[in-house]
Antibody, heavy 119, light 107 residues
Framework: EVQLVESGGGLVKAGGSLRLSCAASGFRLSSYRMSWVRQAPGKGLQWVAF????????YYADSVRGRFTVSRDNAKSTLYLQMNSLRAEDTALYYC????????????WGQGTLVSVSS | YVVTQPPSVSVAPGRAARITCGGNNIGRKNVHWYQQKPGQAPVLLVYDDSGRPSGIPERVSGSNSGNTATLTINGVEAGDEADYYCQVWDEISDQVVFGGGTKLTVL
């Protein structure tokens, strides 16, 4: 069974940092592209970052570029999101999601980890 | 690239619900659709305009032409009440783009 389990969320003050993790199981992480997507309370989905299967290609949303860093360790079947200089508007539920090789649709999602940034 | 969805759509049980996703020449892009029920993670409903992942019923379908992509759910049931999002890849900015979402209400 495909599983994506996010962790690392919590309450942090504005300007602080957090590192999110996404543990993958039930499939070979190295065969998939991965994305982080967030959802502010009561709001829609907002894409955050994309990383290719071998980390060759990395893309960010304009709102997080320069502050967030996505990475992956295929040997550990884990995806990461390092979040620095956090702002109140970064408060959201953060999902990791996978995309098949060569595709950009997200065919499996985790349940999310909540990040709250106090101003 | 901007994609636009209506905030809400209402439909009677048993009828067809059509949710649109508008964008400049969106017909030239692959459009994907997700369903999100309250308190749950999104689920892929349609990929590449009209593909259906395993487990998605045949009453769910998608189309895409010109400036509008459409998600159609035939024979709507109470369990279809959810938020629906369209998604494309913007090759100009190398970014994933989501629509604002449409809340489907079954009357």
């Amino acid at each position: 069974e495909v599983q994506l389990v996010e962790s690392g969320g919590g309450l942090v003050k504005a300007g602080g940092s957090l590192r999110l993790s996404c543990a993958a199981s039930g499939f070979r992480l190295s065969s998939y592209r991965m994305s982080w997507v967030r959802q502010a309370p009561g709001k829609g989905l907002q894409w955050v970052a994309f990383i290719s299967s071998s980390s060759d290609y990395i893309y960010y949303a304009d709102s997080v570029r320069g502050r967030f860093t996505v990475s992956r360790d295929n040997a550990k079947s884990t995806l990461y999101l390092q979040m620095n200089s956090l702002r109140a508007e970064d408060t959201a539920l953060y999902y990791c999601a996978r995309a098949p090789y060569g595709e950009n649709y997200l065919d499996s999602w985790g349940q999310g980890t909540l990040v709250s940034v106090s101003s | 690239y901007v994609v636009t969805q209506p905030p809400s759509v209402s439909v009677a049980p048993g009828r067809a619900a059509r949710i649109t996703c508008g964008g400049n020449n969106i017909g030239r892009k692959n459009v994907h659709w997700y369903q999100q029920k309250p308190g749950q993670a999104p689920v892929l409903l349609v990929y590449d305009d009209s593909g259906r992942p395993s487990g998605i019923p045949e009453r769910v379908s998608g189309s895409n032409s010109g400036n509008t992509a459409t998600l159609t759910i035939n024979g709507v049931e109470a369990g279809d009440e959810a938020d629906y999002y369209c998604q494309v890849w913007d090759e100009i900015s190398d970014q994933v783009v989501f629509g604002g979402g449409t809340k489907l209400t079954v009357l």
